[in-house]
């Protein structure tokens, strides 16, 4: 124990978020079982380590982190490192890659059934489904979703400067006065092109290619996220780099189905398992007409965020893809996003329709007095045109 003792030690030391995530404050930290999923990237282990940091310290040994890449767990069940930290006086395990243990959920059923005391904050990929398919504890665990930096987080971590954030209806009923509130303090247009490029992912602090890491990263999601937790088979890996390329090089628009089948040589069906996987995994968004889902065919499919889109393909990125893949992965947190099949147009939550339009081309644009317009290439809005950048604050 005492090896794992100090390295928690020395993680938690070192650790050095940027800032404190929004996440922090949606999480019930009185239940006994967390589990907080999110793709790779997102800063999932610095979250834990912070949160000892804040809470413990370095040195107390109430509190534990523990990745269980560790070899350790090669010969150990989690259970009996559980009981061994309980009985030093242990209050908090905070476990990392809890996929890496084959019978992770029954283990941990069986430490929150022992061990009364004993909180358990652990983390998991995006695309595990912790309640749907785990019964042993889906009635006991807290699920929640670390998401990438939003463009609010982004300018605090840039700029020192921090806002709070907004619902969607504030943004939409009072957008004016919250965006002369934003410009008296800084200017997003100064900050919003690079977050688009290279401010979702925090690793863009790291002294490192953002581009060449952002491409490791999405390899990683593909072969470890999507292939060892989805259980398949390795042979399968090539066929999903390619659909996942011609999702990307195609992104914004309606995915031809049986082409993709014929390209990737599958069958339709495998096609759609894939591209769930795909979303599941934060590689990509999938939007449907009003009222459908998953296994009906998408109208669009666009990349998860404004970043891959210049990683994958940077030559070739269109302005207007990239501002409606930032207004799309912004509205997902909270909000389900719909387009009818052959329309401009979004359905957001069902009912309000929105459009992405290029405020220097709105004058030619026919308005529609029951939609809500996010513009770009403008700081300020006015009456329902809202400045895009603006749905990066709602978290």
């Known amino acids: 124990m005492e090896a794992f003792y ?15 995530r929004y996440l922090n404050d949606e999480i019930d930290w009185s239940a006994r079982l967390i589990g907080i999923k999110g793709t790779r990237g997102v800063g999932k282990t610095t979250f834990l380590l912070q949160y000892a940091k ?13 990745n269980l890449n560790n070899f350790y767990f090669q010969g150990h069940t989690l259970v009996e490192f559980a009981g061994r ?10 476990i990392d890659q809890v996929f890496k243990m084959p019978d992770w959920s029954l283990q941990l059923r069986q430490c929150y059934d022992m061990y009364p ?15 749907e398919e785990n019964p042993e504890i889906g009635g006991i665990v807290k699920s929640y979703n670390l998401r990438g930096l939003s463009f609010r987080e982004y300018i605090a971590v840039q700029t020192g400067e921090y806002f709070p954030s907004y619902s969607l209806n504030d943004i939409i009923e009072n957008h004016e006065l919250i965006v002369r509130q ?12 690079n977050y688009l490029h290279h401010g979702f992912y925090p690793f863009f602090l790291e002294k490192r290619n953002y581009s060449e890491m952002l491409l490791k990263t999405m390899s990683m999601m593909i072969e470890v996220d999507i292939l060892v937790i989805k259980q398949i088979e390795l042979k399968y890996l090539t066929r999903i780099k390619k659909l996942f390329y011609d999702l990307a090089t195609n992104a914004g628009k309606a995915p031809n189905i049986s082409k ?25 968004n999938i939007l449907h007409p009003v009222d459908e889902q998953y296994p009906k065919k998408p109208t669009k499919i666009t990349l998860h965020n404004s970043n891959l889109l210049y990683a994958i393909y940077p030559i070739n990125v269109e302005q207007q893809e990239v501002m409606e893949t930032f207004a799309i992965n912004s509205l997902w947190k909270d909000h389900k996003v719909s387009q009818p099949a052959h329309d401009k147009h979004y359905i957001i939550d069902g009912e309000t329709k929105a459009r992405i339009i290029d405020a220097k081309k709105i004058t030619k644009t026919r308005l529609d007095a029951n939609t809500v317009y996010f513009r770009y290439n403008s700081e300020v809005g006015a009456g329902s045109q809202i400045p ?6 709602l978290y």
Not at 182 to 193: D, E, G, I, M
């Open 182 to 193: 934003v410009l008296t303090r800084v200017s997003p247009s100064v900050h919003f092109k």
């Open 54 to 66: 804040d809470n413990y310290g370095p040195s107390n040994r109430h509190c534990l982190y523990v």
């Open 117 to 131: 005391s004993l909180q358990i904050v652990f983390t998991g990929s995006s695309v595990m489904r912790l309640k």
């Open 260 to 284: 993709l089948a014929l390209d990737v040589e599958t069958s339709r069906a495998t096609v759609m398992n894939y591209i769930k996987n795909l979303a599941d995994a934060r590689l990509i």
């Open 85 to 94: 930290f309980v009985e030093d006086g242990g209050q908090v395990l905070l």
């Open 6 to 20: 100090r390295t928690h030690k020395y993680l938690v030391e070192h650790v050095n978020a940027p800032l404190r």
């Open 388 to 393: 895009i950048w603006l749905l990066g604050f």
